[in-house]
């Protein structure tokens, strides 16, 4: 093992921010990370889930400076999982990490994730 990230939050927080800065969800979130949130009953929900795993994701790596987009959660059969885009991915790959799993709750109030890099 690599590294291992935790993250939660309010989702409400989320809310209020997205609320009073309607282009953020663009910085922060991918359009396909966008769009199975639109499909969603609280859209915010599911992106606060994503934003959990995606600073989950960082601090398994140690990141310090990056982008949220090259962190992108996707939904294939099953659990939902990660995929590393353009500088994130480039310095997954040097520290060797060639796997990152995560896993993703939240409740009506909070969203959590943890990763783990191998």
Not at 60 to 86: K, N, Q, Y
């Amino acid at each position: 093992m690599k590294g291992v990230g935790i993250d939660q939050l309010e989702i409400e927080r989320l809310e209020q921010a997205l609320a009073r800065r309607p282009r953020l969800a663009e910085r922060l979130f991918t359009a396909a990370e966008r769009a199975y949130a639109a499909e969603r009953a609280r859209p915010a929900q599911h992106l606060a889930a994503r934003f959990c795993a995606k600073e989950a994701v960082a601090k398994a790596l140690g990141l310090e400076a990056w982008s949220f987009t090259d962190v992108e959660v996707v939904r294939g059969d099953g659990a939902p999982r990660i995929e590393l885009h353009g500088d994130v991915a480039r310095q997954a790959a040097e520290l060797g990490v060639t796997q990152v799993a995560i896993s993703l709750t939240h409740t009506r109030r909070d969203a959590a994730a943890v990763a783990i890099a191998t």
